[in-house]
């Protein structure tokens, strides 16, 4: 048996966490079976599920909490203690040198880097620059694999003109798909019980942070309001925003027309809800749930800054500028020409066109890890 670790941050629900699980979720666990880090001290959404498919949580303490070289040597002591492992899989962005030097002086053999992001909020000091530049020699050096969602996430992370091979965010289209006769009935009792009939419904799905750009959606929902009352939006996430925007809304009062619920297990639902998904984030590297929406045949109106990569061609997106104010997007929206899509089957043959098929990616990774 192959033995993985993917280095991560901690398993919540989010777009690459989203990646990983549909990978262990339908990977043969005779023959490649995962670990995963977490470096959070409480336990994560996922961590259940993982530790039910026979994989380990292990925690080691962030880089923020205890400095670069204590991170290193936590690493290097997780890989040595609980390995051995024939692949190393890092999800840490930049980060990966580090985890790549700690698993090649721990002698693993396959030592896999993988970029998810555009843009770095980070303040880009002297300093910062100069760790940036050494994690990204790191990565070259000491990795055997390079991976990117995208091309765009792979240049920002590795370097400009560097080699490396993209990934795209596959989903599994037997859960992420229109909705069936089975799926409608917990659609109708969502929608009875959140007062959603006759309504335009529109939702944003994302950690609340800088990122994802929610104070952007207040001002499409004011300017909205104003000009039609009669919609609901969706909320779906957490993070550490989520206080400060929840307020705003209530100081712009918008709370009979916004509906917050948390995280939730159920997305497939929600996206097949929901009318149209509004994602102005500030920059992402290929949103997951992005390519989830348009698997289900949702219509989505996001920002310029995220790759044109995210389009299936299913005629689903619409890129707008967040650099001109919200009129374009209310236009948008209120005007919006775009339907959605039933055809299970056009939607799947687009995916494997395009390269975001679950079975098709989970062989490319296999590959890797048994090289």
Not at 55 to 83: Q, T
Not at 117 to 131: A, I, P, S
Not at 250 to 268: D, F, T, V
Not at 269 to 283: A, C, E, T
Request: proline share 2%.
């Amino acid at each position: 048996m192959v033995k993985v670790l993917q280095v991560h941050g901690g398993m919540e629900r989010g777009g690459t966490e989203s990646v990983i699980m549909n990978w262990y979720r339908n990977i043969d666990k005779t023959e490649i079976q995962f670990d995963f880090t977490t470096m959070q001290e409480q336990r994560c959404a996922y961590d259940d599920e993982i530790e039910s498919m026979g994989g380990k949580i292990i925690y080691v303490p962030s880089r923020a909490k205890v400095g670069n070289l204590n991170h290193f040597k936590a690493i290097y002591k997780c890989i040595k203690e609980n390995g051995p492992y024939d692949a190393v899989h890092s999800h840490m962005n930049y980060h990966g040198g580090l985890v790549a030097l700690a698993a090649k002086l721990a002698g693993v053999k396959t030592i896999v880097c993988h970029a998810h992001n555009t843009e770095d909020v980070t303040e880009q000091t002297l300093k910062r620059k100069v760790e940036t530049t050494v994690l990204r020699n790191l990565m070259h050096t000491c990795s055997t694999n390079l991976l990117a969602c995208g091309k765009e996430a792979g240049k920002f992370v590795f370097g400009e003109n560097s080699k490396f091979k993209v990934i795209n965010n596959a989903v599994d289209i037997e859960k992420f798909k229109p909705a069936n006769d089975k799926m409608n009935k917990e659609i109708k009792l969502l929608k009875d019980k959140y007062d959603l009939n006759g309504k335009l419904i529109l939702g944003h799905i994302g950690r609340f942070n800088i990122q994802k750009n929610h104070k952007f959606i207040v001002e499409i929902l004011k300017e909205l309001k104003i000009r039609n009352s009669d919609f609901k939006f969706l909320f779906i996430g957490d993070g550490e925003l989520k206080g400060e925007i929840l307020n705003s809304i209530k100081e712009n009062r918008l709370e009979n027309n916004i509906i917050y619920l948390g995280l939730q297990s159920n997305i497939n639902v929600w996206l097949n809800i929901m009318d149209i998904l509004v994602f102005p984030s500030l920059f992402e590297g290929l949103p997951v749930v992005l390519v989830e929406a348009q698997s289900t045949g949702l219509p989505c109106v996001i920002s310029d800054k995220i790759s044109r990569d995210v389009d299936l061609g299913l005629n689903l997106v619409k890129f707008l500028s967040i650099n001109n104010g919200t009129n374009i997007w209310v236009e948008e929206i209120i005007n919006n020409n775009m339907k959605k899509e039933n055809d299970k089957n056009k939607i799947k043959e687009q995916l494997k066109i395009e390269g975001y098929y679950l079975e098709d990616n989970i062989e490319i990774i296999k590959g890797i890890y048994k090289d």
